[in-house]
């Protein structure tokens, strides 16, 4: 940790530029406790020094490296002018979406801060919001179109951001509904093996999407909710030969519906309604030889107005950072061993 400056020799390609902090920030908000900001943005930039001296930060290293440190602090500045507070979490996404953006790899004018400070829904003092620039972009694109696709691996936030959406959705009287669906697969489980009632036999596969509500929703209005119909948790065979008016419609796991099924879902859209359908196509549960409905649409549905397919990857993955890593080992051990994802 660089916190005094120390010698330098002088280089013909290394420039410094300096940052000023404004009074109104104190510098453990820009720094972190115990310097845990200024180690993340140290660990990311090997190559360049950076000092600290009261409300100055100085960064020396290459043109390319220091321009970037600069927009790390103004884009952290941005969001602390908020009132929201930076993370670890947060810096590192902010220099992976800037770094991004310097490389080609992402298009758009999007900032990190106006990733990180779009709130979505706020309850019991917690605020939902993207945290990449793909789950912004997914975000946005649920706003603009009626049916959206949210595909991606595990833990990219596709199935709770849409969620969040829905619950604003129904807070500011867009709709007047929430119905959340599955298609009743297990992950090599099948239902008739569990204990119960039909109804108590769907519940455990359907309580994800409780215990997202459950972060959305003070819990003692979700049962009231639900016996008045206002929010819907269903078994997708429950769907069949409904139409759906003025609803927000979530399909949740739906690389394990087969193509008729996800045609008769498709087909269930009323009226001021809006459909989200999320899915990992390379975690498909589907008995052997069966076809999965979210490989299949997208070959089908692709450039129809008014649909959008959201990609999302492991880089969006918003849970422990090793499932990240873990996503990652399986895409490269499967392209090296020439396995396809299962149908």
């Not at 309850?123 to 991606?152: E, S």
């Amino acid at each position: 940790m660089n916190r005094t400056p120390t010698a330098q020799q002088p280089s013909q390609d290394r420039t410094t530029a300096r940052i000023t902090v404004p009074a109104k920030h104190p510098m453990v908000t820009v720094l972190g406790s115990g310097d845990s900001l200024l180690r993340v943005i140290e660990t990311a930039f090997p190559s360049a020094d950076i000092h600290v001296r009261g409300n100055e930060i100085s960064a020396s290293g290459s043109a390319a490296d220091v321009a970037l440190i600069q927009r790390v602090f103004d884009e952290m500045m941005l969001v602390l002018r908020t009132g929201q507070p930076m993370t670890e979490d947060a810096v590192e996404r902010s220099i992976a979406m800037l770094k991004a953006s310097e490389n080609g790899v992402a298009d758009g004018q999007e900032t990190p801060a106006e990733v990180l400070t779009q709130n979505i829904l706020s309850n019991r003092g917690r605020t939902i919001r993207p945290k990449t620039l793909n789950q912004k972009r997914y975000v946005d694109a649920i706003d603009k179109h009626t049916v959206v696709f949210g595909i991606g691996p595990a833990g990219t936030g596709k199935t709770y951001l849409a969620m969040a959406k829905a619950v604003q959705a129904l807070q500011s009287k867009q709709v007047t509904r929430i119905i959340l669906t599955r298609p009743a697969v297990e992950a090599g489980e099948r239902l008739g093996f569990l204990p119960g009632t039909l109804y108590e036999k769907i519940d455990p596969y359907l309580r994800p999407l409780y215990d997202a509500l459950h972060d959305m929703l003070d819990p003692e209005s979700i049962p009231r909710l639900m016996a008045a119909g206002t929010i819907e948790v269903a078994p997708l065979a429950y769907m069949r030969g409904r139409t759906l008016n003025d609803a927000f419609i979530i399909l949740d796991e739906a690389q394990n519906t087969s193509p008729e099924q996800m045609k008769m879902f498709l087909t269930r859209l009323g009226f001021d309604s809006k459909i989200v359908i999320t899915g990992d196509v390379t975690q498909v549960d589907l008995p052997g030889g069966t076809k999965s409905g979210l490989r299949q649409v997208q070959d089908i549905l692709e450039g129809v107005d008014d649909v959008h397919f959201s990609h999302l990857s492991s880089q969006d993955v918003v849970r422990h950072k090793l499932v990240g890593r873990i996503v990652d080992a399986y895409e490269k051990y499967d392209s090296r061993t020439g396995n396809e994802p299962r149908h």
